[in-house]
Each structure stands twice: as structure tokens, then as C-alpha cells.
């Protein structure tokens, strides 16, 4: 993986060729001219998978921080994916390499925090907070509790239409609101939530700064956020 790529970002998605569509997110820093560290999230996907030494990974780089990877027992043997069970799934015997046929792949979404938190008690939360949904996080900031709108929401993923309506729940609190791709260069990247996102605070009372989490638990037929506020220093 090419230095270029780390200095865009401190972080990337992989995704392991196993029909799962489930991406593990994997801090990353720069080590020398042409090579990366892998760092937090690395040590889940190498358990999960039951990687041992021996074994040859294979990246392709989709785009932006996404990877899809292959991994092989040996070279030109592909092992089996399985992440439950005991190792067995590391004691095939030997095959001929595959012969990969170029299907059409369906949309994922990202699992753990989708977005990267820019302060401390940002990050101690994404370490902390447990979900079964891909989640974000946003600072609630004095100057967002004035406005009507909140910005720079990280896209959903890729079945979610540019303009998209969402429904905002917290607790027994509910509000419909509407969310809009920025376009341009950063329309790959986020959007805004607005129409309803003003009377949503209201109603959970949200007048001071907060952070607050929020988890992707559904996108189709429409998004669903289901949202905590988090009191932090």
C-alpha cells in the first residue's frame, strides 16, 4: 500500500473476499517512503480470521480508504473464510487457484464508527460505545445549536439515495427530517440534516454541548438514526 494513500487519511476499510460484505476499520501511519503500520482494529481482524504468519494477504485498493483483501495459505491456494469454529478452516489441502468471475457487488455498510473523531473525548467514545449498527459522531457545538441545520454528516452508504429522508429517534422522541448530499468535490463524502433536525433538538432538549452518537440501524426504505447525547468535558 503506497504512502500516497496514508497521508490522505489514518485510517482504512477492508473487506475480506468472503461474500460477507463486512468492513473492518484499521488505524494506519505512515512507515517510511512506501509502507503503513496497521494499528487498532488490525489485532480483531487477525483473530477473527485466525491469520497465522505463514499466510499471504493480497490488497486491492477500491478507492478513497476501501480495500478489498484475499488471503492465501500459500501461494496460489486460497483458504477457506471461516471465522467461527476452531482452525480448522487454516487446514485445507492444497488446490488449484480459483478462477474469479467478475460479479456485481452489493452495496455494504461500514461497521464500527464510520466517521474519524477529531478530539479526545470523541475518540474515547468510539472506543467505548458498543453497537451492532455502523454509528458516527458528531460535536454538538454552541454554534450548531443555533443554526437550523447540522452539517458534515458522513454519508450512509451506498444504497442511500442524495436526498433521503430520516427519521430521528431518540427514545420515545421521534422526528422526520431530511438529509442532502453535499455535491462537488466533497459529495462522496457527507451531507447535511435538515427540516426537522432544529425541532428534534428542541424536543430532547439539547441546549448545551454535547456529542452525540449516532447509529445507523436501518437505511432502506428510509434511514433510521437512532441517536444518545453524550455529556463530555
Known sequence: MAEAHAKDSNHLYITVADGSNHSYKIACTPNGWKEI?????????YHEYKLHPSNILLFKHKGRDDFSVRIFQ?????????TTGDDSGDETPPQAPRKRTTTTETPRRRMGCINVPKSS???EVEQTFQSEHPFFI????????????????????????DDAIVNLRAGEISVQAVY????????????SISQGWGDFLRKCNITATKLAVFEISRTQPEVELLVQFVDFE
Not at 437550523?148 to 454519508?155: G, S
Not at 442532502?180 to 451531507?191: I, L
Request: glycine fraction near 14%.
Open 37 to 45: 503500520t496497521l494499528g487498532r482494529g488490525w489485532q480483531r481482524f
Open 74 to 82: 500459500s501461494p496460489g491456494v486460497e483458504r477457506t473464510y471461516d
Open 121 to 123: 473525548a470523541a475518540a
Open 138 to 161: 458528531m460535536h454538538i457545538t454552541k454554534r450548531l445549536l443555533g443554526i437550523h441545520f447540522l452539517p458534515n454528516v458522513p454519508h450512509f452508504g451506498d444504497d442511500v439515495n
Open 180 to 191: 442532502g448530499r453535499y455535491v462537488g468535490k466533497r459529495r462522496r463524502n457527507c451531507g
